[in-house]
């Protein structure tokens, strides 16, 4: 250290050697050098030349002996290496040195190398960026080409199916059936089409002519009030009781017997020839659906199937039958329930005439007060499965009960009708059927008796 110092005095005393020459005054005759005017401000010249270059060359000094220090000491505050584990690891693979020393080249700042190796990992994912989105966009393409093809009917085959739409059907039926039967390829798009479209404003029961290259809108509007809807033809007989005409209508199709019943009994027909205090008895359309041949849909509603019955009936009641009937003092009820008795009770086109004169003989005669035709029996027994019987509690009962029955047993045509309207005008209160199929007709009832105790009577 004392040598270190020595050399620096050294080092000042030259510098300020050289500094006191060039700084000093000479007298320009005598050539020997001036003293300042003032003694002091030299000094203290000097002084503080002497400071500053002592400053600086010990400010560089101390500045050499702490980067010195910094560079003896540092070692000590390394930390050691830890020690390596004896346990026995497998030598890591290339892919992983090679990872290993990318980390240290990006911890040491060496990154052009990691850019590199970077520029080509992008260039190789963009590449299968581009594969995914394209596959994806395929996929995306094809599955709305199918969804297209089906709603809007692309390249299906033109073939004609019967649909059949049940009552209170549910969205889920109507697209399995329509499934089923070719029409949609897709259920699932079609409830989806739903939610957009509700069908269920559009469809209604009932059964449809469509073709399968329909697309969805036509499909819901085929199905519909604009549809084109299957029709059966069903040819009701004369004679033919409610029960009778509803199973037959029940059978082609048309509508279940029970809607019919419910119908008839309560649904308000506005036809002046019914009586809406009968409304609730399932028996008042009895005798006015007229039997002849109609034209309905599969399904149809079961109020539309009976107003075509109705409606005929009341165009066959023309102005004058109208009038006729006026002449006959009755209601259009006790002729429409006299013509059902000559219904059934007529054997062909000759007896309804001489049959209606003995009904309207015995409804005005005091000495036959009860008709006693075994039709009513007859009418009564098939309702209930009863034995036949005279003795039967009911108002259809001619036998027990005087007058006309409550109601029509049948549904009568329209010869029974004009029978009822012009009947032949007779004495006749009997008649009776003989083995040959044909009625004889009696004035009194011991000719009648006779003739029922004769081979000839047909029992």
Same mark, same amino acid.
């Given at each position: 250290?004392?040598?270190?110092?020595?050399?620096?005095?050294?080092?000042?005393?030259? @510098?300020?050697?050289?500094?006191?020459?060039?700084?000093?005054?000479?007298? *320009?005759?005598?050539?020997?050098?001036?003293?300042?005017?003032?003694?002091?401000?030299?000094?203290?010249?000097?002084?503080?030349?002497?400071?500053?270059?002592?400053?600086?060359?010990?400010?560089?000094?101390?500045?050499?002996? @702490?980067?010195? *220090?910094?560079?003896?000491?540092?070692?000590?505050?390394?930390?050691?290496?830890?020690?390596?584990?004896?346990?026995?690891?497998?030598?890591?693979?290339?892919?992983?040195?090679? @990872?290993?020393?990318?980390?240290?080249?990006?911890?040491?700042?060496?990154?052009?190398?990691?850019?590199?190796?970077?520029?080509?990992?992008?260039?190789?994912?963009?590449?299968?960026?581009?594969?995914?989105?394209?596959?994806?966009?395929?996929?995306?393409?094809?599955?709305?080409?199918?969804?297209?093809?089906?709603?809007?009917?692309?390249?299906?085959?033109?073939?004609?199916?019967?649909?059949?739409?049940?009552?209170?059907?549910?969205?889920?039926?109507?697209?399995?059936?329509?499934?089923?039967?070719?029409?949609?390829?897709?259920?699932?798009?079609?409830?989806?089409?739903?939610?957009?479209?509700?069908?269920?404003?559009?469809?209604?029961?009932?059964?449809?002519?469509?073709?399968?290259?329909?697309?969805?809108?036509?499909?819901?509007?085929?199905?519909?009030?604009?549809?084109?809807?299957?029709?059966?033809?069903?040819?009701?007989?004369?004679?033919?009781?409610?029960?009778?005409?509803?199973?037959?209508?029940?059978?082609?199709?048309?509508?279940?017997?029970?809607?019919?019943?419910?119908?008839?009994?309560?649904?308000?027909? &506005?036809?002046?020839?019914?009586?809406?205090?009968?409304?609730?008895?399932?028996?008042?359309?009895?005798? =006015?659906?007229?039997?002849?041949?109609?034209?309905?849909?599969?399904?149809?509603?079961?109020? &539309?199937?009976?107003?075509?019955?109705?409606?005929?009936?009341?165009?066959?009641?023309?102005?004058?039958?109208?009038?006729?009937?006026?002449?006959?003092?009755?209601?259009?009820?006790?002729?429409?329930?006299?013509?059902?008795?000559?219904?059934?009770?007529?054997?062909?086109?000759?007896?309804?005439?001489?049959?209606?004169?003995?009904?309207?003989?015995?409804?005005?005669?005091?000495?036959?007060?009860?008709?006693?035709?075994?039709?009513?029996?007859?009418?009564?027994?098939?309702?209930?499965?009863?034995?036949?019987?005279?003795?039967?509690?009911?108002?259809?009962?001619?036998?027990?009960?005087?007058?006309?029955?409550?109601?029509?047993?049948?549904?009568?045509?329209?010869?029974?009708?004009?029978?009822?309207?012009?009947?032949?005008?007779?004495?006749? =209160?009997?008649?009776?059927?003989?083995?040959?199929?044909?009625?004889?007709?009696?004035?009194?009832?011991?000719?009648?008796?006779?003739?029922?105790?004769?081979?000839?009577?047909?029992?």
């Amino acid at each position: 250290m004392a040598d270190y110092n020595d050399k620096w005095q050294e080092f000042y005393d030259a @510098a300020l050697a050289k500094d006191d020459d060039s700084t000093r005054v000479f007298d *320009t005759k005598t050539g020997a050098p001036i003293e300042s005017a003032s003694g002091s401000t030299k000094e203290k010249g000097a002084s503080e030349k002497k400071k500053s270059i002592f400053g600086d060359a010990f400010a560089k000094d101390k500045a050499a002996e @702490a980067e010195k *220090t910094k560079t003896e000491e540092k070692p000590k505050r390394e930390r050691a290496p830890k020690k390596e584990k004896a346990s026995k690891e497998k030598t890591p693979s290339p892919r992983k040195e090679r @990872a290993a020393q990318r980390r240290a080249e990006e911890n040491e700042g060496n990154f052009p190398v990691r850019f590199r190796r970077e520029r080509r990992v992008g260039i190789l994912g963009g590449v299968v960026y581009f594969i995914f989105i394209l596959a994806m966009s395929t996929l995306l393409a094809c599955v709305l080409w199918f969804a297209a093809s089906d709603v809007l009917a692309l390249g299906k085959e033109e073939k004609a199916v019967e649909i059949t739409i049940p009552e209170n059907y549910t969205v889920d039926e109507v697209a399995q059936i329509l499934y089923e039967n070719g029409v949609i390829n897709n259920r699932k798009m079609f409830k989806i089409y739903d939610s957009f479209a509700d069908i269920t404003d559009t469809v209604k029961p009932g059964t449809y002519l469509l073709y399968t290259n329909y697309d969805y809108r036509a499909v819901v509007s085929g199905l519909g009030a604009a549809g084109t809807r299957v029709s059966v033809k069903v040819t009701v007989p004369e004679g033919y009781t409610l029960r009778q005409t509803f199973a037959l209508l029940e059978e082609n199709g048309v509508c279940t017997a029970e809607k019919l019943w419910d119908c008839a009994a309560n649904f308000d027909f &506005d036809y002046d020839f019914l009586d809406s205090s009968t409304l609730g008895n399932e028996k008042r359309l009895e005798g =006015y659906l007229f039997p002849d041949t109609y034209d309905f849909y599969l399904g149809e509603d079961p109020d &539309d199937v009976i107003k075509k019955f109705l409606a005929n009936f009341n165009n066959r009641f023309d102005d004058e039958l109208v009038a006729r009937l006026e002449e006959t003092g009755y209601s259009m009820h006790d002729v429409v329930v006299i013509a059902s008795l000559i219904e059934e009770e007529a054997a062909g086109e000759e007896d309804r005439a001489m049959i209606a004169s003995v009904i309207y003989n015995r409804l005005g005669s005091s000495n036959f007060p009860y008709l006693q035709f075994d039709s009513t029996i007859h009418y009564i027994i098939a309702e209930t499965g009863e034995d036949f019987s005279t003795e039967i509690d009911s108002p259809y009962n001619t036998y027990k009960y005087g007058g006309l029955p409550e109601g029509a047993i049948s549904n009568p045509g329209m010869a029974a009708i004009n029978a009822a309207l012009y009947p032949e005008d007779t004495n006749y =209160y009997y008649y009776a059927l003989d083995i040959y199929g044909e009625h004889r007709f009696f004035t009194n009832y011991d000719s009648f008796l006779n003739f029922v105790n004769s081979s000839d009577y047909a029992g």
